[in-house]
């Protein structure tokens, strides 16, 4: 959350590529994956905003409270998602609007030189070390995931492009746990 510049504009690469690729897969998906595929997006484009570096950028304290409320609204349709199939990618979700909706928190909060005034450090801090150990986890699980069991193999049958969805979920738990000691 606007720290040092070329992680910054790394994370806002990262962050902003993943957010596109995102948006670009819902037109050719329909009802909850749909709304998965554009809340991916949103948390992408949301995590490339909030790591620009401070000196190309520093948006009003009224855009990040915005954030705020969209992030916190995006965690409600999550967690109704969620409650309708039970299971899936929906409490992920769920964590990570929130945890957006709290760095947005932070950053409409923050003094004009960027860092986060919180009001009780013991509570931020306890909710922050929640938030990297959920987060390193989830980057070691999926991680993982995506490293093939056997020998590599010549990829996609018929040369079909593969799924990039896990590694977009992966790229942002990565961010995450880049932002989330800056808030």
Do not use: K, N, Q
Not at 22 to 33: D, E, H, I, P, S
Not at 50 to 68: D, E, I, K, S, T
């Amino acid at each position: 959350m606007h720290g040092p510049a070329v992680p910054g504009w790394l994370l806002v690469v990262l962050c902003g590529a993943t957010g596109a690729y995102c948006l670009a897969r819902t037109r050719g998906c329909a009802g909850g994956a749909r709304r998965i595929l554009t809340g991916e997006a949103l948390l992408g484009f949301g995590m490339a905003a909030m790591a620009l570096p401070v000196a190309a950028a520093a948006p009003p304290r009224r855009l990040w409270a915005a954030g705020a409320v969209v992030f916190g609204g995006s965690a409600l349709l999550a967690l109704a998602d969620t409650a309708r199939r039970r299971g899936g990618h929906g409490p992920h979700h769920v964590v990570g609007s929130l945890a957006m909706a709290f760095m947005a928190v932070s950053m409409a909060r923050a003094p004009e030189a960027g860092h986060p005034a919180h009001a009780d450090p013991a509570a931020v801090s306890l909710l922050t070390g929640a938030l990297l150990a959920y987060y390193a986890v989830y980057v070691l699980r999926s991680g993982a995931r995506l490293v093939p069991a056997g020998a590599p193999g010549p990829g996609p049958p018929g040369g079909a492009v593969p799924d990039l969805i896990p590694v977009c979920r992966l790229v942002m738990a990565l961010g995450m746990l880049a932002m989330l000691p800056a808030g």
